[in-house]
């Protein structure tokens, strides 16, 4: 969808073209943030790192904060 919202430009003026990008790239990286709640990310133990799990929970709600911040 990054692909085709990039090469068409089907909404009027640059600056809604432009913030249609960037709400797709949003959605793409939490989305992918997503993942690290999952038992993927293992500590030395071999167990889930929550510790990593919650840093990355942080970092999650940055881009949700920043996203919501551009978009209104």
Not at 46 to 63: A, E, H, R, S, W
Request: aromatic residues 22%.
């Amino acid at each position: 969808m990054l692909i085709y919202v990039g090469y068409n430009d089907s909404l009027l003026g640059k600056f809604a073209n432009r913030l249609e990008m960037f709400n797709e790239l949003m959605v793409c990286f939490i989305t992918f943030h997503m993942y690290f709640f999952t038992d993927w990310v293992l500590g030395k133990s071999g167990q889930p790192d929550k510790d990593v799990q919650y840093n990355y929970g942080i970092l999650m709600n940055c881009f949700i904060v920043f996203y919501i911040y551009v978009n209104v």
